[in-house]
């Protein structure tokens, strides 16, 4: 306790006004970190910054820069004295990746060359990597260990996730110095409890839940369920989801974590090794919020795969970090947030249910 409290320690966050960003960020300032966030603001709002303020009570230093502007990134660093990254900034849109690779391989992939080089121009060498369970591809076995085999990715933007992976380690490899965590997130759900912070893209509603969420306002008619029959219970697709507050603290304790240890390159799933089908996700969402979700089938969605399930226990034994929420708090915390973010439409009785 009383090295943290002798000196406090600056975190560099790309992508911060995203939302496992700021959802980060809010348990960073909790937990005493300084934080200096960048953002080009592309797929969200700096309000969600203000938002996390207010909720901690506490400042972030923003600039709106994006990585692929590698000049201002430096400035920014040199600026600072930062201690360590924790590079969320990308694009993560499957669908979109496909139709435009160039994009996604220049801003993933030479994004974070630029900001390497610029840790490197300012001796910082600790790092956490938000990569994705996308990166091993169709399972070969469930659950899925860190030994997996990675690399056979079925769209462009888990590739450019991979590609970053490969070449982190690589870098680790070749200079002594890096000390690197890369954390594999399965689905990410769920919001701040105070429903003032959540999944809240300008653009690319595309993963299920915002989707759901989407549906249950009334700003879409109906969830079309991609894939009836897969090789799962009920035929619909499988996911290991995981409330965005517990990846949060999965972060922070990988700094901590970094701070004991020299670990080169590190890739640590964090996950609850439970899965849910889309069919149960959304009965679950419909009981929870006693709203109706209108449904229909259509065709698999290219890039999809049966199952992602994961065998946490590394991640929670190395990381000394256990995932606190259940699936039932991640629907509640959606609906929550529905209505701060939207609080002129039907997402109010919503609320109230959630609560009651
Ligand atoms: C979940 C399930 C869909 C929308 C993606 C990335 C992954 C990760 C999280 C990164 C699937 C089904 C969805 C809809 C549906 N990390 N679905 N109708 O594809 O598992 O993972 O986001 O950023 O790397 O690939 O998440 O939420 O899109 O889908 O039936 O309208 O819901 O087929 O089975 P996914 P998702």
Request: charged fraction near 20%; charge should be neutral; hydrophobic fraction near 35%.
């Amino acid at each position: 306790v009383l090295s943290k409290m002798s000196k406090q320690k600056t975190v560099f966050v790309t992508g911060g006004t995203g939302y496992i960003g700021s959802h980060c960020i809010v348990d960073l300032l909790n937990e005493g970190y300084e934080v200096i966030t960048i953002d080009n603001l592309t797929n969200s709002r700096s309000g969600a910054l203000r938002r996390v303020e207010e909720i901690t009570g506490k400042k972030v230093t923003f600039y709106q820069c994006d990585l692929l502007d590698g000049e201002t990134v430096h400035k920014i660093f040199a600026k600072h004295k930062i201690d360590y990254v924790i590079h969320f900034a990308a694009m993560k849109a499957v669908g979109e990746s496909m139709q435009f690779p160039l994009i996604y391989y220049k801003n993933n992939v030479i994004g974070t060359i630029n900001l390497i080089e610029a840790m490197k121009a300012n001796n910082v060498y600790q790092m956490v990597f938000s990569s994705s369970c996308t990166v091993y591809g169709d399972p070969e076995h469930l659950p899925i260990t860190e030994d997996h085999p990675t690399g056979a990715v079925t769209n462009v933007y888990g590739r450019t996730k991979y590609l970053i992976e490969e070449m982190l380690k690589d870098l680790s490899r070749a200079e002594e110095k890096w000390n690197i965590i890369a954390l594999r997130y399965f689905n990410p759900v769920g919001a701040h409890p105070s429903g003032r912070l959540g999944e809240d893209p300008t653009k690319n509603f595309t993963n299920l839940m915002p989707y759901i969420g989407q549906v249950a306002i009334g700003k879409k008619p109906n969830l079309t369920i991609f894939g009836s029959d897969y090789d799962t219970p009920d035929g619909t697709g499988v996911r290991d989801y995981i409330h965005v507050m517990d990846l949060a603290s999965g972060h922070v304790s990988a700094l901590t974590k970094l701070d004991q240890e020299h670990l080169k390159f590190k890739p640590l799933n964090l996950g609850l090794g439970h899965g849910i089908s889309v069919l149960e996700f959304v009965k679950e969402f419909e009981r929870l919020t006693k709203v109706h979700i209108p449904y229909e089938f259509a065709g698999r969605r290219i890039g999809d795969v049966a199952t992602l399930v994961c065998d946490g226990s590394r991640g929670m034994k190395e990381l000394k970090w256990q995932p606190t929420r259940s699936f039932q708090v991640m629907c509640k915390y959606r609906c929550s947030q529905l209505f701060s973010i939207h609080p002129f439409i039907s997402g109010f009785h919503l609320y109230w249910d959630c609560l009651a």
